[in-house]
C-alpha cells in the first residue's frame, strides 16, 4: 500500500514539473515576439524550462519521447543563443565583457 501512495506522489511531482517546464517554456517562446529588451529574461526562461525538461526526462521511468527531446535541443539553443545576443548587445554598447 506504501509504494502505491509512494508511486501516485511521484507521478503528480512529475506533473507538476513537467507542467512548469511547458509552462516556462511556453512564456519565453511568447515573449521573443512580445517582449523588446528582454532577452536575458527571455533566455533565463529558456534555460529554466530546459533544467526542468532535463529533470523530467532524468526522473522518467520509461524512455523520453522525441517530442520532448526536441523541446530540451531548442531550449538549449535558445537560452544560449539568447546569451550570445545579450553579450553582444554589452559589448556593443560598452565596449567591454562584464565577466559576472
Not at 501516485?8 to 512529475?14: E, N, P
Not at 509552462?23 to 529554466?48: H, K, R
Request: proline share 1%; net charge negative; charged share 20%.
Amino acid at each position: 500500500m506504501a509504494a502505491v501512495s509512494e508511486q501516485r506522489a511521484v507521478s503528480l511531482i512529475f506533473k507538476d514539473v513537467s507542467w512548469l517546464w511547458q509552462t516556462a517554456y511556453n512564456c519565453a517562446v511568447q515573449g521573443c515576439s512580445d517582449q523588446d529588451n528582454a532577452g536575458e529574461q527571455i533566455s533565463e526562461l529558456f534555460d529554466i524550462s530546459r533544467e526542468l525538461l532535463e529533470a523530467c526526462c532524468n526522473a522518467s521511468p520509461v524512455d523520453v519521447d522525441s517530442e520532448s527531446r526536441l523541446h530540451l535541443v531548442n531550449a538549449s539553443f535558445a537560452a544560449m543563443s539568447g546569451q550570445v545576443f545579450s553579450v553582444r548587445e554589452i559589448v556593443a554598447s560598452t565596449g567591454a565583457i562584464d565577466v559576472e
